[in-house]
């Protein structure tokens, strides 16, 4: 009994002597990559930066970016600042280090001299792309001598700024049959036009004259002069209201997500002494209908404020509300 429990020990011994040898090539030491980050703020002044995914629409503008890097297990070698892959060009880069407040000669890879292989803060002025309504990804990579890379990403979305509208207005567009002048609307300014005026761009479509006199108006309108209009709709439209527009943007998608409208109809002059006049994209049009006219590269947005119907004369008549 005595000689097995002391082979026991000797083969116990052994088994720790061997496993203790071999722990130091089980586990090399492990390299560690650069930690970058975004700066919040500036520590010289306290300004502000960008440090999340943000929209901006001022592409001549730059941007203030604050960058922060630290040595992982070796020294840093060269900092490089990609848009979805590709390195920004030095004329949209401006680079100003925080802890000697110097101007940094903005190269792209930037190499990495003197204390700042131990770590560095530095300012970053980027000019955004100018790709409109595109998500671009901003890389900042820091590598060190040992190739290792850490990065820091930030999404910058240029949006295409708002154009603001040329003119809120209202006019009347009346019963073509009615007052001399005052069948077509001219939308730039809202003043009634003859029906055949080539200043107009909507026109009344005047009477039926197979009924009675106080039931004769056909009560629709459609466009001249190559105009073309489309009905507004809504549910195609993010949050859409006529009194919400105010810009063109929005009514060139109104338009580009109307319904069109039929084309080829004519006043009815049986009986009248009318001459007849082709009208386009014609509508019969009730209180709340939205309505966008193209004239000439120019996009008017209508809205229907009231249908008013006479019975003792041809005074018969819109209110529109126009935006362009």
Known sequence: MQKFLSLFAVVAITLVFVTT???????????????VVFLTEDPTDMSGYFFENFETEDTAAFVSLGIQAETGTSSLKSLTITQDGTPVSTDRIVIRDLRTDTDVTANNPLLITGDNTEGFEYEILLNPQDDFDVAAVYSFDVTDENGLTGSATITITTIKPATPLDMTLV?????????????????????????????????DLGIDCAEPDADNWLAQFGTVNGADMKRVDPGSLEDFTFDGTDSKEVILQAYNTGAELSDGSTVNTSGCDAVPLSVTDVAAPVAGDVFVVESGGVYYLIEVEEVNVTTSDNDDNYVLNIKY
Do not use: M
Not at 21 to 35: F, S, T, V
Not at 171 to 197: E, I, K, R
């Open 21 to 35: 040898a071999c722990n130091p090539d089980e586990n090399p030491p492990i390299d560690l990559p650069p930690d």
């Open 171 to 203: 006019g009347v567009l009346f019963n073509a049959a009615g007052p001399t002048g005052t069948g077509g609307l001219d939308l730039d300014d809202g003043s009634s036009t003859g029906s055949a005026s080539g200043d107009a761009e909507i026109r």
